[in-house]
């Protein structure tokens, strides 16, 4: 059946009419569409916070709130002494904030300030602040302090109000091993990794109580699920290099040593393993690297000095030897290292000079004339009784 011109037509403008309407569709569409939300980093966040907010302090804008959310940043970033700049800041401005005193309690306490820590925290109790968090800090604090009473009544309060908090069980973790329950302890800081599996304070005190008790794989473990999650922490490293050792692994634990120290190069008790450890295993190259960026912290230490003497003794450098053992009879006159590794020193220098000595005097010409082949030589006779002859022709007169 024949289509005539005019279906033709109505078929081709349906068609450019359908068009239409979908291009329209779609532009409508395309304005109205929600653009994807460009997803920052927690480090980024942080970053452009930080310039958000030192911007608004330099003008002048809530000084007092600016501050006490920058400090809340350096806090998360472990940045203690900056922080505590920052909420001093807030406190100077406004001093009957209770959020304020609470920053600084936990500001005071990150940096071993236990005393401060625990005025701050009870200024906020006083200011009307009853958080968890308030209350997990005050538990904290009187572990710390030796007061386990207080301290779980606290706590129990915390768990009360927010019973799947993962700071309320690493506190209760640590007062429970403090208290001698390692076990329980165990249990608790598991609770607290797994509810919040930043918690790297969680990680370490689990480390640590699971090496005490030997139980090394689940420590070793721990060790690496925290490594994993906190690449850049010297202290996961260090603690790697404390389980090597017990494992009776040296090497490797110098490898894990040598990261801490990577990390953080003036982390003392990193640098004094790979020393001791290098010294150890007879690595005495390794080892002075080690205990010269030690001397640079601790210079008057006599153990470092007669160390580094010990390893320029071992690998024959006897001048620098006696001048490390020498600073350390200074510091101490009665050392009996310093002094064994000097005796040691001349007893191998004089050794040195008679060999030297010997090797000088014995050419071919000496060695000829002192050749006893080529001398003859007659026995000596015993000495006899002497015989005197007597003339028998004599006779003697006798009257």
Same mark, same amino acid.
């Given at each position: 059946?024949?289509?005539?011109?005019?279906?033709?037509?109505?078929?081709?403008?349906?068609?450019?009419?359908?068009?239409?309407?979908?291009?329209?569709?779609?532009?409508?569409?395309? #304005?109205?569409?929600?653009? $994807?939300?460009?997803?920052?980093?927690?480090?980024?966040?942080?970053?452009?916070?930080?310039?958000?907010?030192?911007?608004?302090?330099?003008?002048?804008?809530?000084?007092?709130?600016?501050?006490?959310?920058? #400090?809340?940043?350096?806090?998360?970033?472990?940045?203690?002494?900056?922080?505590?700049?920052?909420?001093?800041?807030?406190?100077?401005?406004?001093?009957?904030?209770?959020?304020? @005193?609470?920053?600084?309690?936990?500001?005071?306490?990150?940096?071993?300030?236990?005393?401060?820590?625990?005025?701050?925290?009870?200024? #906020?109790?006083?200011?009307? %602040?009853?958080? $968890?968090?308030?209350?997990?800090?005050?538990?904290?604090?009187?572990?710390?302090?030796?007061?386990?009473?207080?301290?779980?009544?606290?706590?129990?309060? #915390?768990?009360?109000?927010?019973?799947?908090?993962?700071?309320?069980?690493?506190?209760?973790?640590?007062?429970?091993?403090?208290?001698?329950?390692?076990?329980?302890?165990?249990?608790?800081?598991? @609770?607290?990794?797994?509810?919040?599996?930043?918690?790297?304070?969680?990680?370490?005190?689990?480390?640590?109580?699971?090496?005490?008790?030997?139980?090394?794989?689940?420590?070793?473990?721990?060790? +690496?699920?925290?490594?994993?999650?906190?690449?850049?922490?010297?202290?996961?490293?260090?603690?790697?290099?404390?389980?090597?050792?017990?494992?009776?692994?040296?090497?490797?634990?110098?490898?894990?040593?040598?990261?801490?120290?990577?990390?953080?190069?003036?982390?003392?008790?990193?640098? @004094?393993?790979?020393?001791?450890?290098?010294?150890?295993?007879?690595?005495?190259?390794?080892?002075?690297?080690?205990?010269?960026?030690?001397?640079?912290?601790?210079?008057?230490?006599?153990?470092?000095?007669?160390?580094?003497? @010990?390893?320029?003794?071992?690998?024959?450098?006897?001048?620098?030897?006696?001048?490390?053992?020498?600073?350390?009879?200074?510091? +101490?006159?009665?050392?009996?290292?310093?002094?064994?590794?000097?005796?040691?020193?001349?007893?191998?220098?004089?050794?040195?000079?008679? +060999?030297?000595?010997?090797?000088? %005097?014995?050419?071919?010409?000496?060695?000829?004339?002192?050749?006893?082949?080529?001398?003859?030589?007659?026995?000596?006779?015993?000495?006899?009784?002497?015989?005197?002859?007597?003339?028998?022709?004599?006779?003697?007169?006798?009257?």
């Amino acid at each position: 059946m024949k289509q005539t011109p005019e279906k033709y037509f109505f078929i081709l403008f349906l068609a450019a009419l359908t068009g239409l309407l979908q291009s329209c569709q779609s532009d409508a569409r395309n #304005a109205t569409r929600i653009p $994807p939300v460009i997803k920052k980093s927690r480090e980024q966040w942080q970053k452009d916070a930080m310039l958000h907010l030192t911007d608004l302090i330099n003008r002048g804008v809530d000084s007092d709130v600016n501050y006490f959310k920058r #400090a809340r940043i350096y806090l998360e970033r472990e940045q203690y002494p900056q922080a505590l700049d920052d909420i001093n800041e807030s406190i100077y401005e406004q001093d009957n904030v209770s959020e304020y @005193f609470l920053l600084r309690g936990k500001v005071n306490r990150e940096l071993g300030k236990i005393d401060d820590a625990l005025e701050d925290a009870q200024r #906020a109790e006083a200011l009307q %602040q009853s958080s $968890p968090e308030l209350y997990i800090l005050l538990a904290d604090i009187l572990q710390a302090k030796n007061r386990f009473n207080e301290a779980a009544s606290y706590l129990n309060q #915390a768990l009360k109000m927010a019973p799947y908090d993962a700071s309320a069980y690493y506190v209760k973790g640590i007062l429970q091993a403090r208290q001698g329950d390692s076990l329980a302890a165990l249990s608790s800081l598991n @609770f607290a990794i797994n509810a919040n599996p930043r918690l790297l304070r969680a990680y370490e005190q689990s480390t640590v109580i699971n090496r005490k008790l030997k139980n090394l794989d689940r420590a070793l473990f721990i060790n +690496s699920s925290a490594i994993k999650r906190f690449p850049d922490i010297a202290n996961l490293y260090f603690q790697q290099g404390e389980i090597f050792v017990a494992l009776a692994k040296p090497d490797t634990a110098i490898t894990s040593y040598q990261k801490a120290a990577q990390i953080n190069p003036s982390y003392e008790e990193a640098l @004094f393993q790979i020393a001791d450890l290098g010294i150890r295993l007879t690595k005495y190259q390794q080892a002075i690297p080690a205990l010269e960026k030690l001397m640079k912290i601790r210079r008057n230490s006599k153990q470092i000095n007669n160390m580094m003497g @010990f390893c320029y003794e071992k690998t024959g450098d006897y001048p620098r030897a006696k001048e490390y053992y020498g600073t350390a009879l200074a510091l +101490s006159p009665g050392d009996q290292d310093a002094r064994y590794g000097l005796y040691r020193i001349r007893q191998r220098e004089t050794a040195s000079l008679y +060999s030297n000595y010997n090797t000088d %005097q014995g050419d071919e010409t000496d060695s000829r004339l002192l050749d006893t082949t080529r001398v003859r030589i007659s026995p000596i006779q015993p000495r006899g009784t002497t015989n005197i002859r007597v003339d028998s022709a004599r006779k003697a007169k006798i009257q």
